[in-house]
T-cell receptor
């Protein structure tokens, strides 16, 4: 029973490039959340999705960031024209319902040079 | 009002001692309070969680104490072990599905 899967685990991009982070939720989980963790800080909510729908993107920066959770395939967090301030660990979590029992993936550590 | 304040920022405990981490919140609509454990380079792992209709929950060496009137909750780790050395995060959830996290406590248990 695989947990939440994220890839890549590490991603290096130069300023101005695009970053694509992928997340496959746990089996049976239809709710996906993305969080960002800056060094020495807690996790900050970015976006909450269900299949084919963005439910809450109140934590997502208005520009350059987008997320999707298509009918088939993993959830994708996309960061366009990355800047050094985007360097962080990005964690995906999934839950079966009601937001309780968040299970986190291992994260993608993005480094922007 | 959405903040969860966590203290201390770091904690050093001797093996066999009790580790205590505290959190406070303002939003009375929060109805679920989990604690997560995170090792370096790993994702947070759910440790234990409590709802506000319960004042205490215990699972093995880990206990959550909840004080609804004070809007505070704490994690107690009994008989702390070096393997418990990690960063601990409290969190809270209200009507929104996402979690609001505290800033984390870096626990070091000395052998």
């Amino acid at each position: 029973n695989a947990g939440v899967m994220q890839n890549p685990r590490h991603l290096v991009r130069r300023r101005g490039q695009e970053a694509r982070l992928r997340c496959s939720p746990m089996k049976g989980h239809s709710h996906v959340y993305w969080y960002r963790q800056l060094p020495e800080e807690g996790l900050k909510f970015m976006v909450y999705l269900q299949k084919e729908n963005i439910i809450d993107e109140s934590g997502m920066p208005k520009e350059r960031f987008s997320a999707e959770f298509p009918k088939e395939g993993p959830s994708i967090l996309r960061i366009q024209q990355v800047v050094r301030g985007d360097s962080a660990a990005y964690f995906c979590a999934s839950s079966p319902d009601q937001g309780r029992g968040h299970r986190f993936g291992p994260g993608t550590r993005l480094t922007v040079l | 009002q959405q903040q969860v304040k966590q203290s201390p920022q770091s904690l050093i405990v001797q093996k066999g001692g009790i580790s205590i981490i505290n959190c406070a919140y303002e939003n009375t609509a929060f109805d679920y309070f989990p604690w997560y454990q995170q090792f370096p380079g790993k994702g947070p792992a759910l440790l234990i969680a409590i709802r506000p209709d319960v004042s205490e929950k215990k699972e093995g060496r880990f206990t959550i104490s909840f004080n609804k009137s004070a809007k505070q909750f704490s994690l107690h780790i009994m008989d702390s072990q070096p393997g418990d050395s990690a960063t601990y995060f409290c969190a809270a959830k209200g009507s929104a599905r996402q979690l609001t996290f505290g800033s984390g406590t870096q626990l070091t248990v000395l052998p």
